[in-house]
């Protein structure tokens, strides 16, 4: 069982900036490749971004590409996003994930095995 523990959202003014993190409890972090999704009021879920664990190669959909990073901390077993120049469209519940020990390198949002709790993001004046 992996536990995953987001923080860093909150109320931000658009254009500002926030950073996510997420701890995650598993043995075999380093192994595991990790994405971040959000689900705003009445949207779908939508896939954001996602690092690998073997090559560090990273995903970010197009509506965060180039405002968004992703990048992780293996020795904190800690993965983060750093969302910059924020909308008002990027509020939503942001939920890290682990996809523990598998062999795809950006998985599909399926093949995801545990979630954290989520954790709000609202950008507004």
């Known amino acids: 069982q992996v536990q995953l523990a987001e923080s860093g959202g909150g109320l931000v003014q658009p254009g500002g900036s926030l950073r996510l993190s997420c701890v995650s409890s598993g043995q075999s972090f380093s192994r595991d490749s990790m994405g971040w999704f959000r689900r705003a009021p009445e949207k779908e879920r939508e896939y954001v971004a996602a690092?690998?664990?073997?090559?560090?190669?990273?995903f970010l959909a197009d509506s965060v590409k180039g405002r968004f990073i992703i990048y992780r901390d293996n020795a904190k077993k800690t993965v983060f996003l750093q969302m910059n120049s924020l909308k008002p469209e990027d509020t939503a519940v942001y939920y890290c994930a682990a996809d523990v020990a598998g062999d795809t390198e950006i998985p599909p949002q399926y093949e995801y095995d545990y979630w954290g709790q989520g954790v709000q993001v609202t950008v507004s004046t």
């Open positions: 690092i690998s664990w073997k090559s560090g190669v990273t």
